[in-house]
């Protein structure tokens, strides 16, 4: 008996290391842009791994599909974008190379387009004229209502892929969502001073902003979505704001000054750049202070000029 102790005492260790362990791989998350990896942080906390293929300086539209993307894509269990052509040159060769885990269609393929209400969607679809916003609006993270919207899919395809922790994923949702309601009433009362407000944006990137918040997008510098602002159209732009003058000019940090400065400087309206998304500038370190900023720089909050 006591030989067979001894021997149970030898092999315990052995039996500890063949049980089977509770699953610690962590959820690999391809998150297109910035506002997607910290949204897919928010929802999956340790229990994923998040990678942003764009950086807050880039331009989403315009991304080259480097070696290193698809190396990351081949390696992700789930693929968060924002969709509708955003990503068009350079998402499908990604997605070329990639595993049916990720294909459309599949559980892990979830387009924030796919599942928010879609602002400027033209009637007929056409990519002629060289309108980078062919499906509508793509730029929809910056009503936050959307984030909230796009956060319970996402946890939804979370607990598909790795049901084990289905109840944190929930939990993460509702803990998201509550901070998010809140923040929103505090936004709200903010800037309800700019309801009405006639702005000028650069690219249409603040459509949903401008919506959420009751302000009037009265003009863009560039005469359709992805084509770069001409003499003839800033002329034009120039003689309707005369006769109506904007309140503000906006322009995100991607996109060039000259256009706005140009106009500011012939009507006297104020331009400024707006973080786009999550890390563009220092302050904006996460979805919550992203959109204290834009209210603040909007001169919704009554410290903005600190
Ligand atoms: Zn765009």
Same mark, same amino acid.
């Given at each position: 008996m006591k030989?067979?102790?001894?021997?149970?005492?030898?092999?315990?260790?052995?039996?500890?290391?063949?049980?089977?362990?509770?699953?610690?791989a962590k959820v690999n998350v391809f998150a297109c842009e910035p506002e997607w990896a910290s949204l897919a942080q928010e929802i999956g906390g340790d229990k994923v791994e998040v990678f942003a293929?764009? *950086?807050a300086m880039q331009d989403p539209h315009y991304i080259r599909a480097r070696p290193s993307l698809i190396s990351k894509a081949r390696r992700a269990d789930l693929l968060l974008c924002s969709g509708a052509s955003l990503e068009i040159g350079w998402?499908?060769?990604?997605? %070329?190379?990639?595993? *049916?885990?990720? %294909? @459309?269609?599949?559980?892990?393929?979830l387009m924030a387009a796919d599942v928010v209400t879609m602002?400027?969607?033209?009637?007929?679809?056409?990519? *002629?004229?060289?309108?980078?916003?062919?499906?509508?609006?793509?730029?929809?993270?910056?009503?936050?209502?959307?984030?909230?919207?796009?956060?319970?899919?996402?946890?939804?395809?979370?607990?598909?892929i790795d049901s084990e922790n289905t109840s944190f994923y929930k939990h993460s949702h509702r803990d998201f969502s509550s901070r998010m309601r809140k923040a929103i009433s505090r936004w709200e009362s903010e800037?309800?001073?700019?309801?009405?407000? @006639?702005?000028?944006?650069h690219h249409k990137s603040f459509t949903y902003l401008i919506d959420?918040?009751?302000?009037?997008?009265?003009? &863009?510098?560039?005469?359709?979505?992805?084509?770069? @602002? &001409?003499? *003839?159209h800033l002329k034009s732009l120039l003689l309707e704001l005369r006769t109506a003058p904007a309140d503000v000019i906006i322009r995100t940090p991607s996109d060039p000054d000259d256009a706005s400065e140009w106009l500011s400087g012939k009507t006297g309206t104020r331009a400024i750049v707006l973080p786009y998304t999550v890390g563009s500038d220092k302050q904006s370190s996460d979805l919550f202070a992203l959109f204290d900023r834009i209210i603040a720089l909007l001169g919704g909050s009554r410290n903005f000029r600190q």
């Amino acid at each position: 008996m006591k030989r067979f102790l001894i021997f149970l005492y030898l092999l315990l260790p052995g039996l500890f290391f063949l049980a089977p362990a509770p699953s610690l791989a962590k959820v690999n998350v391809f998150a297109c842009e910035p506002e997607w990896a910290s949204l897919a942080q928010e929802i999956g906390g340790d229990k994923v791994e998040v990678f942003a293929a764009t *950086s807050a300086m880039q331009d989403p539209h315009y991304i080259r599909a480097r070696p290193s993307l698809i190396s990351k894509a081949r390696r992700a269990d789930l693929l968060l974008c924002s969709g509708a052509s955003l990503e068009i040159g350079w998402l499908p060769i990604l997605l %070329q190379k990639a595993s *049916s885990d990720i %294909q @459309p269609g599949s559980v892990g393929y979830l387009m924030a387009a796919d599942v928010v209400t879609m602002l400027e969607v033209p009637v007929v679809v056409d990519r *002629s004229m060289g309108d980078v916003h062919p499906e509508g609006n793509p730029h929809v993270h910056l009503n936050p209502h959307n984030l909230m919207t796009v956060g319970e899919a996402l946890a939804d395809r979370l607990s598909g892929i790795d049901s084990e922790n289905t109840s944190f994923y929930k939990h993460s949702h509702r803990d998201f969502s509550s901070r998010m309601r809140k923040a929103i009433s505090r936004w709200e009362s903010e800037a309800a001073a700019l309801k009405g407000k @006639p702005v000028v944006v650069h690219h249409k990137s603040f459509t949903y902003l401008i919506d959420w918040l009751g302000m009037k997008q009265v003009g &863009t510098l560039e005469p359709k979505p992805g084509i770069p @602002p &001409t003499t *003839s159209h800033l002329k034009s732009l120039l003689l309707e704001l005369r006769t109506a003058p904007a309140d503000v000019i906006i322009r995100t940090p991607s996109d060039p000054d000259d256009a706005s400065e140009w106009l500011s400087g012939k009507t006297g309206t104020r331009a400024i750049v707006l973080p786009y998304t999550v890390g563009s500038d220092k302050q904006s370190s996460d979805l919550f202070a992203l959109f204290d900023r834009i209210i603040a720089l909007l001169g919704g909050s009554r410290n903005f000029r600190q």
